[in-house]
């Protein structure tokens, strides 16, 4: 019904998949055609009206004047509405009018000679070539311009400027139409470009939109950055596209060969279905969005777009924005544990700990703020906010007449680079205080990523006179390793709160004596924490451990209330 067609409109509508209803098409279509003839013929209408007006202008003025090269506007609007051709006619036929017909004087009665009318003509023909030729490029290069900016200039296939101009052109038709969008990401992209080269990136993601087009056929594909692209299922049902998309992940997980080399390639999708009449453009990406977001976080290939997960995001959201503030309004604040020697009962140091003092997260574990800023990428902005305040308290303690060693944690992605550890050396100088009084403890996880380079770190911390600690000792399946290496020797090492808790069971108590004769055997003293009661004290006495933290002495203090404790101090709290 709609083979032999060839307008423009029709083209649209029918390579645009969100606009399939061929009942609209038709609509849409006859209705253009009545409106382009009616234009067309308004159009012819007003450049012969304009022109027999400039005629009857001339006439007005006595014959042939300066008033003549008005005659080109209309000329010129021919070329620019319908073409050279049309552009050509109108020259011959407003050159006819005011050539010789018109004579040259009127009053006079002299007409025009023929070389000066056929002359005239020639330059209206001249100035349509011209003008037609101008336009023709202007709008080639507009034509150009056009596809670039719907065009992605690495894959060729349509960009996100046109998934949002084809959207909002379906939306603005008002079709109660339902459908669905799905985004997929190569979720690994990054990492192909980091361990092969970007060109074998760029490649992989290439390969896997030549294969979505080939496996999704008529569905509409857009890409909408380096590594993600979507598919607009305007044919199926809701379960239908799923089980498509699903059966395309399956197959993408066979490794691609590029270049010879096999590329194992990761990929996610969000998904959610749509209803034209009851959407906007800007909740319909917002969505899309969120649905990859619930994916990435998901165990799943596939996760369709969930409102409760979207709030539990949004609120997750919050609390990055709330911790973030807080390193820069003062929102956090710092307490400290005592660490207390056993041998002489001295209170011999202080273990950092971080509080976050916002009313809208009372309750808020501060094990989740670290996670959520280790996730977020800004953890170091933490740590060095620690480390400055930490120093500062530390060099107000010395100025008191108070020396005492401080113990500050340092988390995983404080060690990829040297940035903590230059902080460390400018705060140090700025305060001039003495570095053996400072202390970093670190857990087993902030060492496995990436050992080497972690302990070349720590070396360097240990040769400015800071000391390190192994923290939460025996929860890792790598711990003894690191405490043999011979590479870096640590200066404590820190017993986890999960067998001082068990400390009571005999297997736990020959674990806990064997650890600590290994570390004192490796020049290594031992520290537990988490004691709290009298009966865990003396078992870690009589088994040789050297320092203890917990309840058991002190909760954590703010510096003021600290002081008083020290001073206060004595052994009469055994």
């Not at 979207?310 to 309004?329: C, D, M, P, R």
């Not at 690191?482 to 068990?502: A, G, R």
Request: aromatic share 12%.
């Amino acid at each position: 019904m709609l083979k032999h067609s060839n307008t423009t409109l029709e083209k649209k509508l029918l390579q645009n998949p969100l606009c399939v209803n061929i009942e609209t098409v038709l609509k849409n279509l006859s209705f253009s055609k009545k409106r382009t003839k009616q234009m067309n013929l308004f159009l012819c209408s007003m450049i012969v009206i304009i022109i027999f007006i400039l005629e009857f202008i001339l006439f007005l003025t006595g014959g042939v004047s300066s008033y003549i090269h008005l005659m080109y506007i209309p000329i010129i609007l021919a070329v620019f509405l319908f073409g050279t051709p049309c552009g050509m006619l109108t020259a011959l036929f407003a050159g006819l009018l005011v050539g010789p017909i018109l004579p040259s004087n009127i009053q006079k009665g002299i007409m025009q000679e023929p070389h000066t009318w056929i002359l005239r003509i020639v330059m209206f023909v001249v100035v349509v070539l011209f003008d037609g030729l101008l336009i023709s490029f202007i709008k080639k290069n507009n034509d150009l311009e056009n596809r670039n900016a719907y065009l992605d200039i690495i894959t060729g296939y349509p960009n996100f400027n046109k998934f949002k101009f084809d959207l909002n052109e379906c939306i603005n038709e008002g079709l109660n139409k339902t459908f669905s969008i799905m985004i997929f990401e190569l979720e690994n992209f990054e990492t192909i470009s980091r361990y092969v080269d970007h060109k074998t990136g760029q490649q992989a993601f290439t390969t896997l939109l030549h294969r979505a087009k080939e496996y999704f056929s008529s569905n509409a594909i857009y890409t909408i950055s380096s590594n993600k692209f979507i598919v607009v299922f305007s044919k199926y049902t809701t379960q239908d596209a799923y089980n498509l998309a699903k059966n395309f992940i399956t197959l993408t997980k066979a490794p691609f060969y590029i270049n010879g080399i096999p590329i194992a390639i990761v990929v996610k999708c969000g998904a959610d279905n749509f209803s034209l009449h009851n959407n906007n453009i800007i909740s319909i990406i917002e969505k899309l969005g969120k649905a990859l977001d619930q994916a990435h976080t998901s165990s799943t290939d596939i996760m369709f777009y969930n409102n409760e997960l979207a709030e539990h995001s949004k609120k997750y959201y919050h609390t990055l924005v709330s911790i973030y503030q807080g390193i820069h309004n003062n929102t956090f604040r710092l307490v400290y544990q005592p660490k207390v020697r056993l041998r002489d009962n001295k209170l011999i140091g202080v273990e950092v700990l971080l509080r976050w003092n916002d009313d809208s997260y009372r309750n808020f574990p501060i094990s989740e703020v670290i996670k959520i800023a280790e996730d977020a990428e800004f953890i170091n902005e933490i740590t060095k906010w620690v480390i400055r305040n930490s120093i500062s308290q530390l060099k107000t303690w010395q100025d008191q007449g108070l020396e005492i060693n401080i113990a500050i944690n340092l988390s995983s992605k404080d060690l990829m680079d040297n940035t903590v550890l230059e902080y460390t050396k400018e705060c140090i100088n700025l305060y001039k205080i003495n570095p053996r009084f400072l202390e970093f403890e670190l857990t087993e996880r902030s060492i496995i990523h990436d050992e080497n380079r972690v302990f070349e770190i720590l070396k360097e911390f240990q040769t400015l006179g800071i000391k390190v600690s192994l923290d939460d000792y025996g929860t890792g399946h790598n711990s003894l390793v690191y405490l043999v290496k011979s590479i870096f020797t640590f200066n404590y090492l820190k017993i986890d709160k999960l067998f001082t808790d068990s400390i009571m069971d005999e297997n736990t108590k020959i674990l806990l004596d064997g650890i600590i004769k290994a570390a004192h055997g490796l020049g290594i003293e031992v520290i537990a924490e988490g004691v709290e009661t009298i009966e865990q004290l003396h078992i870690l006495e009589t088994i040789g451990c050297d320092i203890i933290q917990g309840y058991y002495y002190s909760k954590p203090l703010p510096p003021k209330e600290l002081e008083g404790f020290i001073l206060n101090y004595s052994e009469s709290v055994f």
